[in-house]
Every structure is written in C-alpha cells, then in structure tokens.
C-alpha cells in the first residue's frame, strides 16, 4: 500500500459538475493532486451520436495534450455515457489511447462503475439515470458484460449536461430515492454532469443502501490506479472497504 499523494487526471467534457473533484480530493488523506481538462465536443446532448462524437479517440487526444506537462500517475474519461455507448471495444480504444500518449493508467468512469459494484459485492442494482431511455438501455447492457443484473431502471430523459449540473440536494436525495427498488443490493447514479461529492451519506441513508455516483466512482478508480486507494470515512460504503484485504 502507497500512502504517499496521488496525482490524478480527469478528463472532462464541457461544465457541469467538475468541482465535484477537487471537493472530493478535499475529503481524502492524503488529500490527492487533481487536474481537471475540459475537454471539446460539437453538441452537448444526451444522445447516441453526440456522445459518440464526445468520447471519441480524437476528442480525448485533444485533452490529453493538455496533460504532458502535469505529470499525473493516472487519467480517467469522465463521461460515462460517451464512454459505455461505444461498447466495451470502444472503452478499451478510449483506454489505449489515453495510455498510448500519456504512459500512464487510463479508465473511465464506466469501467470505474464496473469494478465499484464488484468491489461492494452487489449482484442486482439498480439505476437512476438522466439520461434518455435508448442511452440509459446502453448502460444497462454494459453492466450485464459483468454479470451484473439490473433490477430496476429509471431514465428521466434530460437532454444537456448543463441542464443535470444544476440540481441540488434535495432534487439528487429524492432523484435517488424515487428510483431506488428493494431488490437491489446497490443503486447507481450513472452521470458525472451530476453534483453528489457532498451529499455521498445523504444519498446513503436515504437510500437504505450502497449508492455509487459517477465522480465518486472516478476518483476511487483513479486512486486504485495509482496504488493508493486506502479506506475513507464520509465518502459512502465503496470508500469504506479496505482494498488490501
């Protein structure tokens, strides 16, 4: 285990919810390094095409550049959508291309989601999604790659990202809650445009359950990628389990 500082780097498109990550680094010991690289796209849409064009290898060469002097030990793609509606050969293009240029560790925030819902050891989830149903249908798919079953599955159809940044508390605890299903071990909310870095034990107790967020998923994958991802307090149920065990 490696306690010394993390130096993470976080792709992400456009402006939503991005100080989701540097209040989030605030809340570790020790408190990580963290860059954030926003990166370009033509449309900001919740559909197939534009998330396709968003996580496409182009665009995130163009923000890895960034990156060259920043000296970071791993990078994630922090769109979760433009990441899952490209199937998993197009998460592994988006990874190989990240580590091709930059000679680091690279995910996503949806393969982050994958290996968050193993590591809490949950079989049937649940998910809250805004986005629309014929994306929120792809998350879906690319869960059940890893056996994970989905139970129950909201999608609420906002369209922008910019639109998703501007709930609150009270509108992500009952957005939460009102798509939570008693047969699921765990509820996943599945978009990094969405603020949750403050309220991770709202969300918990609300819930009754694990609750994975996007930018909570990011950041514990970028620690682990690191080599130092330790157990911390304040950050829900997936931050709690010792890695090392």
Same mark, same amino acid.
């Given at each position: 285990?490696?306690?010394?500082?993390?130096?993470?780097?976080?792709?992400?498109?456009?402006?939503?919810?991005?100080?989701?990550?540097?209040?989030?680094?605030?809340?570790?010991?020790?408190?990580?390094?963290?860059?954030?690289?926003?990166?370009?796209?033509?449309?900001?849409?919740?559909?197939?095409?534009?998330?396709?064009?968003?996580?496409?290898?182009?665009?995130?060469?163009?923000?890895?550049?960034?990156?060259?002097?920043?000296?970071?030990?791993?990078?994630?793609?922090?769109?979760?959508?433009?990441?899952?509606?490209?199937?998993?050969?197009?998460?592994?293009?988006?990874?190989?291309?990240?580590?091709?240029?930059?000679?680091?560790?690279?995910?996503?925030?949806?393969?982050?989601?994958?290996?968050?819902?193993?590591?809490?050891?949950?079989?049937?989830?649940?998910?809250? %999604?805004?986005?629309?149903? !014929?994306? +929120? @249908?792809?998350?879906? /798919?690319? *869960? &059940?790659?890893?056996?994970?079953?989905?139970?129950?599955?909201?999608?609420?159809?906002?369209?922008?990202?910019?639109?998703?940044?501007?709930?609150?508390?009270?509108?992500?605890?009952?957005?939460?809650?009102?798509?939570?299903?008693?047969?699921?071990? %765990?509820?996943?909310?599945? !978009?990094? +445009? @969405?603020?949750?870095? /403050?309220? *991770? &034990?709202?969300?918990?107790?609300?819930?009754?359950?694990?609750?994975?967020?996007?930018?909570?998923?990011?950041?514990?994958?970028?620690?682990?990628?690191?080599?130092?991802?330790?157990?911390?307090?304040?950050?829900?149920?997936?931050?709690?389990?010792?890695?090392?065990?």
């Amino acid at each position: 285990m490696n306690t010394t500082t993390a130096r993470m780097a976080f792709l992400y498109p456009g402006h939503a919810a991005e100080d989701d990550y540097p209040r989030l680094a605030t809340m570790i010991s020790p408190a990580p390094e963290v860059t954030v690289i926003h990166t370009e796209f033509n449309e900001d849409a919740h559909t197939v095409e534009a998330l396709t064009e968003m996580g496409s290898p182009q665009r995130l060469s163009e923000g890895a550049r960034h990156l060259e002097n920043k000296n970071p030990e791993a990078v994630l793609w922090t769109s979760t959508s433009a990441s899952f509606v490209r199937g998993l050969d197009g998460i592994r293009e988006q990874i190989e291309t990240l580590e091709n240029l930059l000679h680091i560790p690279a995910s996503t925030t949806a393969m982050a989601f994958a290996r968050a819902v193993t590591t809490i050891n949950a079989k049937r989830v649940a998910i809250a %999604a805004t986005y629309p149903r !014929d994306v +929120a @249908l792809l998350f879906k /798919a690319f *869960l &059940e790659h890893f056996d994970i079953e989905v139970v129950h599955m909201t999608s609420h159809g906002i369209i922008t990202a910019a639109e998703v940044g501007t709930l609150q508390r009270e509108a992500v605890l009952r957005f939460a809650t009102d798509n939570n299903h008693p047969d699921a071990d %765990a509820l996943l909310v599945p !978009d990094t +445009a @969405l603020h949750s870095a /403050a309220w *991770l &034990e709202d969300l918990e107790a609300a819930a009754g359950k694990p609750v994975l967020t996007a930018n909570q998923v990011s950041v514990w994958e970028g620690l682990r990628l690191c080599g130092k991802l330790t157990p911390q307090p304040g950050l829900g149920t997936l931050f709690r389990i010792n890695p090392w065990d």
